[in-house]
């Protein structure tokens, strides 16, 4: 019941401090509500399942709340959100995928298996569960504890915000479990993978040799750049050589298209910023004279600091404001100043100044009773209690509650806005004393507070901050909109595009490959449309003006120039990523004749040729050229089985054609060990098999992801 007790002592308290308030469950996210396309009945494809809407919605939700449960968040942006669903997405194609192949295999996993590993404690996943014991380590019997009080909670008995907190935790608890049968099942495959291997010691021992051994090189080096690539002639048995070499690499798992994009920001005039300097003004004046509720009037003046009830340290102000602080007394209002770092007018009225803490230690309990008047009187016989020495924790057991001693520091909730019980809570807290008990009645809820230690008094400031960054009008808006809209009338496909957008003052950008899971396009909110249209116009298309950006401040145009559909991509469409290796290899074939049949010496009079002492050359590792500024993989494994003094053929670089000499050669001290190498082989093996296998599962299962079209 003590333990039982303690979690559930925890969410009343969570209610109070700011940081850890668990409304989100209750307020849910625009994005959910919002779902464009609703005709649609399907997202994606996976191993021939089709996957619908409703079911991702629903993987998506559970994920989302035990993201923000986990983390102890209320919102998340928009970069967050689109993230979590590329996780969601990702762990949908992996679990389909391993769950269709296991399948085959016969592979399952017991409920028993997952309750074994819950017993035991020691996987990752638990240790970040709020089921801990005094020590931080996951324990089962809490865990339990906590199952069996929340089947048997009678929602009656709890606040809303508190049935929230506990329901939050277990769905959070059934997602982790799951979690845990998921990668149960991955590790029984890759053990699978690994069983099937079959290490030798000579294996072992090149592998060993191959991690040890060091040698120290001279290279002479043709840097491909030496010769112009206009004077490399490739011919197309060339490209059609290096596209057959390179063509499991040109496999597109799915349609992408090369996009250009016109990202127009549009930016205040000098008009704009003369009226809003004005307003300014203006909202000084009304600032200068006493007001009845600052926090309303931060928000009807449109700034984007809202006053807090919670005086701040000078850190967790605005650096303009806490620059300036000592210009002002108590009462008196500074500005209005113009602040270049964020392009805004600022004012702010220091209201009063007082001493708090950077840290407190302290711990709470709650009183409850059946009245008023019991409360008051439990409350007193408590604090009375605590001053003749009584023990806080004691207390606490005593009626049924766990009072654990925690630090809270000032930069956890001075960065927040507070008001009402929360304010009230904290300012208790930072005008409070060193062993000092007291008694707090709140609106929801009767507390006894010990501190029992502080750190580092200072300065906290309660102040009114109006900050506003400068933005345009709905004139310039308009202006901006109708110069781009002329540009589009008069100029309509890709090609004119480039040709004629750097001489209008507009930015043209180029995007090769666009996939349609970027969620947006440059990287700007509110562009989701302008990405749907992207992947359902044709090729050479142009889009109409799309408004985006988190305050309709960017105008965006979007056209498609090349669509590269599901599969091989062809010669001739692969022909700009191959042209450059297919220079490169006439390069070499021009430049190794140079190199042949000479030693180093007489190569250092060779025009063009660079000479390089490379030190501890690996077999395994890329050896770094400094006179090319680059590193190359050939040269290691090139020069491995040479004798000392000796030259290798001329070789073809990345970046140049090289020969090297082995000049030294030594290891780095170690001990072979036959068995613990096979291990290690072993181990590596699996690992690069399992995760070759799951990709080529994945290429089997031909996934199709259309999430972009409703979400």
Known sequence: MATLQKIRSKGPLLLIVIGLAMLAFILGDAWKILRPNQGIQYVGTIAGEDITAMDFQDELEIYTDVVKFANQIQDLTEEDQNSLKDEVWATMVRNRILDNEAGKLGLIVTDAEVRDVIERGTDPLLARTPFSNAEGKFDADILKNFIAFYKELDTQSVSVEEYDYYRSMYNYWLYVEKSIKSNLLYSKYASLVKSSLVSNPVSARNSFNNRIMRTDVLVASLPYSTIADADAKVSSNDLKAVYDENKPALYNYAENRDIVYIDHEILPSQADRAAQLEEMNEIV????????????????TGSVESYSEVARSARNLPE??????????????????????DDSYNSFKLLGTVTGYDSIQFSVMQVIADDDAAIATRSDSIVNALK????????????????????????????????GDNAVYLNTLNSMKKGEVTALKLSNANLVIKVYDVKNPLTKYNTVVIK??????????????????AFLT????????????????FRLLYYPGFQ?????????SKSTDALRWAFEAAEGEVSHIYEVGSANDHLLVVGVEKIHPRGYRSLADATPLLSLKAINNKKFDMLKGQLAGKTIDQLKSVDGVKIDTVRFVNFNNDAYVSSLSSNEATIGPSVFNLGQNELTAPMKGQSCAFVAEKISEDSYSAEFDDKAEQLRLNTISSTQITSSLIEELYYQAKVIDNRYKIF
């Open 490 to 505: 008069k100029y309509t496909t890709v090609e004119e595009l480039r040709e004629n957008a750097e001489d209008s003052d």
């Open 516 to 524: 349609n899971y970027n969620h947006t396009i440059g990287g700007l």
């Open 388 to 419: 003749r020495g009584g023990d806080f924790e004691q207390i606490a057991a005593a009626y049924g509650q766990t009072a654990v001693q925690q630090w809270l520091g000032a930069d956890s909730y001075e960065p927040a806005t507070i008001s």
């Open 468 to 485: 506003r960054p400068v933005e345009f009008s709905e004139e310039t808006s308009n202006n901006d909109y109708n110069k781009l809209s």
């Open 285 to 300: 004046g009304q600032l200068e004279d006493d007001v009845d509720d600052y926090a309303a009037f931060a928000r009807r």
């Open 320 to 341: 303009d404001v806490a620059e300036r602080l000592d210009s002002v007394k108590v009462g008196g209002v500074f500005g209005p100043y113009y602040n270049a770092a």
